[in-house]
């Protein structure tokens, strides 16, 4: 199971840290956005075993994911956010080696309820 929070209304430039609390341990955890319509984008994964990360083109630079293993929990740094960044954000999470080479939304099993972020003045 996985609880997302953190989400909110921030102008462009400002920030915003996510949380992903999740009940178990898998081999990565991830975050992917949805706007209206589409499908849902990846953002961001992390290995919980060595930390290893990978990120989307238009998110590299400015969003940090990172782990606490002890709390289980995955958090998604995001700076100078634009209004391009808007959407749902979910959490997800994988026991598959694939899930990480290959972040697509199919091959992840878990998910979290989403929380909005909202960029605009």
């Known amino acids: 199971q996985l609880q997302a929070s953190g989400g909110g209304l921030v102008q462009p430039g400002g920030s915003l840290r996510l949380s992903c609390a999740a009940s178990?341990?898998?081999?990565?955890a991830a975050w992917f956005r949805q706007t209206p319509g589409n499908e849902h984008d990846f953002v961001a994964v992390i290995r919980w075993s060595g930390g290893s990360t990978k990120y989307a083109d238009s998110v590299r630079g400015r969003f940090t994911i990172s782990s606490d293993n002890a709390k289980n929990t995955v958090y998604l740094e995001m700076k100078n956010l634009n209004p391009d960044d808007t959407g749902v954000y979910y959490c997800a999470a994988s026991r598959y080696s694939d899930s990480y080479a290959y972040p697509r939304p199919d091959v992840f099993e878990y998910w979290g309820q989403g929380t909005q972020v909202t960029v605009s003045s």
């Open positions: 178990g341990r898998t081999y990565v």
